[in-house]
């Protein structure tokens, strides 16, 4: 019943979908060339705002729990498990205040309107995971930027989406270039639950009524331990709460 429910509305989540970030696209470009970066990011804010708000349309439901008392005056690196490309709207949105970066696939700077113009001015890492020597630049810059401008990071250490909710092992990956360069760091798990029902029937149809969660979890004190360990602790969190 939920798949046939699918067929009949994800056409009108991709309509909407697709005019959202063809709308918002020209409007972030005004907002940087007139604004800078704090009126672009307002802008990008509301974007993922009515991006996650396009999921009731399929009947789906986003519920974000954060019971951490997270700091505003240090960088955080959250790490969190990776379900789909509708993990990403949430966190952006809820956790906006910390001015959270992603370390993405340079392929996702071109074609995709709004979210291709966000990944190149916003300050995401952009790498290009055939040439090292660029990958490591791209997150060099964007730790420099958490160490000058207290910005945060986000980072799927899994790699790649599960297509199934089942964890895969968490990679140390940029994970260790961010904990060595900024020392001040927090890290902060996130377990992210049913997003991967979303698509479980691939792009189309998706799926319907579904119960998706994020979940901000107890953080993480790198000072004395090593990358590892650190990234253990968080997939160890995070697997703990994982359906």
Excluded at 189 to 218: C, D, H, K
């Amino acid at each position: 019943m939920r798949k046939f429910f699918g067929y009949l509305l994800s056409p009108f989540f991709y309509l909407l979908f697709g005019i959202i970030i063809t709308v918002f696209h020209p409007i972030q470009w005004i907002c940087l060339k007139w604004g800078g970066y704090r009126a672009h990011k307002n802008c990008v804010d509301v974007l993922n705002w009515c991006l996650l708000s396009s999921y009731y349309v399929l009947c789906n439901r986003v519920k974000f729990k954060n019971n951490q008392q997270l700091p505003m005056d240090r960088p955080i690196l959250f790490i969190a498990n990776h379900q789909s490309m509708y993990d990403i709207p949430p966190l952006i949105f809820f956790l906006r205040k910390h001015h959270g970066k992603f370390i993405s696939k340079i392929e996702l700077t071109k074609g995709i309107p709004s979210i291709s113009f966000n990944l190149r001015h916003g300050g995401a890492a952009n790498i290009d995971r055939k040439d090292s020597k660029q990958s490591i630049g791209e997150i060099l810059k964007l730790a420099n930027n958490m160490k000058v401008k207290n910005w945060s990071a986000f980072i799927f250490p899994e790699g790649t989406r599960s297509k199934t909710g089942i964890i895969k092992p968490f990679n140390v990956g940029g994970a260790a270039t961010i904990l060595k360069k900024v020392p001040n760091v927090l890290v902060v798990p996130v377990a992210i639950n049913n997003s991967w029902q979303m698509v479980r029937y691939g792009f189309f149809p998706l799926n319907t009524f579904t119960r998706m969660s994020w979940e901000v979890l107890t953080p993480i004190e790198p000072q004395g331990l090593t990358t590892e360990e650190v990234v253990a602790q968080a997939e160890a969190r995070i697997r703990e709460k994982v359906n």
